[in-house]
């Protein structure tokens, strides 16, 4: 049976969060915004479950700030290119598997920062799925771009709603989040909605949550695999969907370094500051499918890795990993909540403070 090879790249393979640098970069004090809206956007995906919105439309929704503080296509493609961070051991594992079975990259973020890590990762940019952004070709009037910065001024004052744990209606936030929820719930659904601005809105399609599984579906068909076939490593709230839908259909749906969305959904959860430990699983996966990725996760060690596999690989494994190997833990009932913990974490001590806590 034939196998493929399906990651995100945004915690996975890099450290980034490409739209929060930009915002950050961009607009005053655009770290607050971003952090936000990002916080905005799990209560919109996982709480409120707002028709038609999607986990990772966050990106969209920042598009018309960062227009209205002069962002162009140009310098998307300018600081989006500017220090991409690999997690250790990414380039190599992306080419090891490679060598093995077909290799894709479904991620949220902008062409611009995908394109770019492709190149640096020596990555077919034809394997790889993301958002479009021709920034340019929305055009919009300088008092719809007044009236935008006059928002920002306004919401990087409020604080981030909290979303507490077991969480399933918007009557389980404070009042103080539900009124911060209803602010920008009227900014973006009915305010931008009759501005020109509000066709960013409506036409940008971020690849996350179903559009993930999508593209997913899309690879099965290019590869002629059923979701038996796949693999898949993700990390955080757009994964959540792709994970469920691998794991339910027969693939093996790994969270790295993944916050509790992707725990929630994902089979097995690995914590590590390196990528090798993807390369070891999805090898497994290519030789003995989904059995063989359980029977490795369930009797994890040196021993059990090192049968696995030839002397080249095994002279790696112990050069990586020589005290210990990462964690790698199948998922149950019993232990996810102590997961959940764990990854989230470990998540912020490999991506940062800042990045790690973003959805």
């Given at each position: 049976m034939r196998r493929v090879f399906v990651s995100d790249c945004e915690g996975p393979i890099s450290k980034n969060d490409n739209a929060f640098e930009l915002a950050k970069k961009l607009i005053p004090e655009g770290a607050s915004l971003f952090r936000l809206i990002s916080r905005y956007d799990d209560v919109q995906a996982d709480i409120v479950h707002r028709p038609g919105y999607r986990p990772g439309d966050t990106l969209k929704l920042i598009v018309p700030f960062l227009k209205a503080h002069g962002a162009t296509n140009e310098t998307l493609r300018k600081l989006s290119a500017e220090d991409i961070k690999l997690v250790k051991g990414a380039e190599d594992t992306l080419s090891l598997l490679a060598k093995h079975m077909p290799s894709f990259i479904v991620s949220t973020s902008y062409e611009y920062y995908v394109k770019s890590l492709c190149k640096i990762a020596g990555f077919p940019e034809e394997n790889a799925y993301c958002t479009g952004l021709d920034l340019d070709r929305?055009?919009?009037?300088?008092?719809?771009?007044?009236?935008?910065?006059?928002?920002?001024?306004?919401?990087?004052?409020?604080?981030?709603?909290?979303?507490?744990?077991?969480?399933?209606?918007?009557?389980?936030?404070?009042?103080?989040?539900?009124?911060?929820?209803?602010?920008?719930?009227?900014?973006?659904?009915?305010?931008m909605q009759r501005m020109t601005a509000g066709n960013i809105l409506r036409e940008i399609r971020p690849v996350g949550g179903l559009e993930k599984v999508e593209a997913i579906r899309d690879i099965m068909s290019k590869c002629k695999v059923s979701a038996a076939g796949v693999i898949y490593f993700g990390d955080s709230i757009t994964d959540a969907e792709p994970l469920k839908y691998?794991?339910?259909?027969?693939?093996?749906?790994?969270?790295?370094?993944?916050?509790?969305?992707a725990v929630r959904e994902a089979e097995i959860a690995v914590l590590?500051?390196?990528?090798?430990?993807?390369?070891?699983?999805?090898?497994?996966?290519?030789?003995?499918?989904?059995?063989?990725?359980?029977?490795?996760?369930?009797?994890?060690?040196?021993?059990?890795?090192?049968?696995?596999?030839?002397?080249?690989?095994?002279?790696?494994?112990?050069?990586?990993?020589?005290?210990?190997?990462?964690?790698?833990?199948?998922?149950?009932?019993?232990?996810?909540?102590?997961?959940?913990?764990?990854?989230?974490?470990?998540?912020?001590?490999?991506?940062?403070?800042?990045?790690?806590?973003?959805?």
């Open positions: 929305f055009k919009i009037p300088e008092w719809e771009s007044e009236k935008l910065r006059e928002w920002t001024r306004r919401l990087v004052k409020l604080t981030p709603p909290t979303i507490p744990p077991d969480a399933d209606s918007i009557q389980d936030l404070t009042c103080e989040d539900r009124a911060t929820v209803a602010l920008l719930d009227e900014i973006f659904w009915d305010e691998v794991r339910k259909n027969g693939g093996v749906a790994v969270s790295f370094n993944g916050n509790e969305y590590s500051d390196h990528t090798l430990v993807i390369g070891i699983l999805a090898l497994a996966f290519q030789k003995g499918g989904i059995d063989a990725v359980r029977d490795l996760a369930m009797n994890w060690s040196h021993k059990k890795v090192t049968r696995m596999f030839n002397s080249g690989l095994n002279t790696k494994i112990r050069s990586v990993y020589r005290s210990r190997l990462p964690k790698v833990e199948v998922i149950n009932e019993n232990n996810k909540r102590r997961l959940m913990k764990e990854s989230c974490s470990f998540r912020k001590k490999v991506r940062g403070e800042i990045a790690g806590s973003l959805g």
